[in-house]
């Protein structure tokens, strides 16, 4: 266990359609980051909040968004689903804006699939 | 454009030999450069990393070596398990940008027994 929760582990839901995945970093951690992994691929970076500002985004589509709350938990709204947003979505935390050496704590992450 | 590069997607490799596994990056203001493991159905985790003022670090098993010159990176594994068979991401970060963490494409790593 890494410390870092994702809920749902897995997520079925039609083309259109709107989910909500949600991520409680590990205790300490303000930082929080969104990637995504698309069929074996890479792992593309989303958006990063920190202590509940937005700090970076990376190739985040209009129909996404995210927001951290003031617990630091983190949710990423997927609106508007398409086949091709079926992917593993990772959430990573980190005590502050990334610590260099020691990256990040992923979570197991959750799996959506748009049918 | 890909900042981070693993050109090889997999690797395959007899128990007990040594795993070399590379990854090249393009952006010179990369401060630190870091391997992770993937098992299927867990997230990343963290392996070993190297700063850019260094040309190598050994943890166990596992080195990293850092060519600056040729912005290569490469992990070896020795000698090499069936348990470390696992997607290998490399990932690197700039100070001046937050630590961002930008990722390779990743390599399947295959040790047979």
């Known amino acids: 266990d890494s410390g870092v929760t994702q809920t749902p582990k897995h997520l079925i839901t039609a083309t259109g359609q709107r989910v909500t995945l949600r991520c409680s970093p590990r205790?300490?951690?303000?930082?929080v980051y969104w990637y995504q992994q698309s069929l074996d691929q890479g792992l593309q970076f989303l958006i990063q909040?920190?202590?509940?500002?937005?700090?970076a985004k990376g190739n985040i589509l209009e129909r996404f968004s995210a927001q951290q709350f003031p617990d630091l938990h983190s949710e990423l709204n997927l609106s508007s689903l398409e086949l091709g947003d079926s992917a593993l979505y990772f959430c990573?935390?980190?005590?502050?804006?990334?610590?260099?050496?020691?990256?990040?704590?992923f979570g197991s992450g959750t799996r959506l699939t748009v049918v | 454009d890909q900042q981070v590069k693993q050109n090889s997607p997999s690797l395959s490799v007899q128990e007990g030999r040594i795993s070399i596994l590379n990854c090249d990056y393009t952006?010179?203001?990369?401060?630190?450069f870091l391997w992770y493991k993937k098992y299927p159905a867990e997230g990343p985790t963290f392996l070993i990393s190297i700063s850019s003022i260094k040309d190598k670090n050994e943890d166990g098993r596992f080195t990293v070596f850092l060519n600056k010159s040729a912005k290569h990176l490469s992990l070896h594994i020795v000698p090499s398990q069936p348990g470390d068979s696992a997607v290998y991401f490399c990932a690197a970060s700039a100070q001046n940008a937050g630590n961002m963490l930008t990722f390779g494409g990743g390599t399947r790593l295959m040790v047979k027994p």
């Open positions: 990573a935390s980190s005590v502050a804006g990334g610590q260099g050496l020691y990256g990040y704590t």
């Open positions: 205790s300490g951690d303000l930082s």
């Open positions: 909040y920190y202590n509940g500002e937005e700090r």
């Open positions: 952006n010179s203001m990369f401060d630190y």
